[in-house]
C-alpha cells in the first residue's frame, strides 16, 4: 500500500519529555521526520524543557499548539460526560467551553510560542481533536493557519479540508485496543486512496497493550510529508468555510 505518513506526538509536556525523546529517536533511526509535537503550553514550563524543546527542533522537527492545560473542566451535559468517559478521558478542554472562550484559549496558546522565544506553530491540534461548540473558520485570525480535527487538517487561509486517515495506539484496556486496532486497519486502507496517513503517538504508548502495533510503524522506513505539501495533493475539497467538523 502505497502512501506518506503525516507523524505527531501528542501530549508534549515538562514531565514525559523523556518518553518523546525516546519515540523522536526512534522515528529517527526509520528515518521518519520531520514530526510534528503537540505542545500543551499552560504547564509549569523550565528553562531547560524549553531548551529541550529547542533541541528538538534543530533536529528538524516542528511545533504545533495543543490546548492549554488538557484537562476539562466538569462536563455540562450528557453528551460532554459521556465523550469524556468513554473517548477523551477528562483531556477534551474545549467541550465546556463557549465559542468565545475557545478562541481565548486557542490565542493564549500561540502567543505562548512568541512570548518563550519558540518559532510561532503553523498548526493548532485540540486535546482528543475535539474542537467543541466552534467552526474551524471562527479561528482564522488566531494566529494558526492549520487546525486539526478527527476529520483531518483544515487549511484556514485556503479555506479547505483535507480529509486524512488516522492512526492511534493510545489503548490502556482491552476494549479500546480491539477498537483501535479495528479503527487503525480501516484507515490504512483508506490511506492507500488518500496517499497520506496521519500517524498520532502518544507518550505512553509505548507501554500500552498496542506498544507492538506502534513498534511496527516506527520501524518501518516510509516517505513523510508535512503540511506545506498538502496543498500540492489531492484531497477532498471542505464544504465550506463555515461548516462544522
Not at 1 to 9: A, D, G, K, Q, R
Not at 80 to 107: I, K, N, T
Not at 162 to 189: Q, S
Request: a positive charge; charged letters at 25%.
Amino acid at each position: 500500500m502505497s502512501f506518506e505518513l503525516l507523524p505527531s506526538i501528542h501530549d508534549v509536556m515538562p514531565h514525559n519529555l523523556d518518553r518523546v525523546e525516546a519515540i523522536l529517536e526512534e522515528f529517527d533511526r526509520a528515518g521518519l521526520r520531520p514530526v510534528t509535537l503537540l505542545v500543551v503550553p499552560g504547564l509549569d514550563w523550565q528553562a531547560r524543557d524549553l531548551q529541550r524543546l529547542r533541541a528538538m527542533l534543530q533536529r528538524g522537527h516542528e511545533l504545533a499548539g495543543h490546548g492549554w492545560h488538557h484537562r476539562m473542566a466538569p462536563p455540562r451535559s450528557l453528551y460532554q460526560r459521556l465523550h469524556s468517559a468513554l473517548l477523551s478521558r477528562g483531556v477534551a478542554e474545549h467541550l465546556p467551553l463557549d465559542e468565545a472562550s475557545v478562541v481565548e484559549l486557542v490565542q493564549r496558546c500561540q502567543r505562548w510560542f512568541g512570548e518563550h522565544a519558540l518559532p510561532a506553530p503553523a498548526l493548532y491540534v485540540p486535546p482528543a481533536w475535539a474542537l467543541g461548540r466552534i467552526a474551524p473558520a471562527r479561528l482564522d485570525g488566531c494566529g494558526f493557519r492549520y487546525i486539526e480535527t478527527l476529520a483531518g487538517i483544515h487549511d484556514l487561509h485556503a479555506r479547505r479540508l483535507y480529509r486524512l486517515p488516522l492512526v492511534g495506539f493510545e489503548a490502556d484496556t482491552a476494549v479500546r485496543a480491539a477498537f483501535l486496532r479495528g479503527f487503525n486497519a480501516v484507515n490504512r486502507g483508506v490511506a492507500s486512496a488518500r496517499g497520506v496517513l496521519r500517524l498520532g503517538v502518544h507518550p505512553r504508548d509505548r507501554q500500552l497493550r498496542l506498544r507492538r502495533d506502534l513498534a511496527g510503524w516506527l520501524s518501518t522506513p516510509r516517505p513523510v510529508t508535512c503540511l506545506e505539501r498538502l496543498g500540492a495533493r489531492r484531497a477532498a475539497p471542505a464544504p465550506g468555510p463555515g461548516s462544522q467538523h
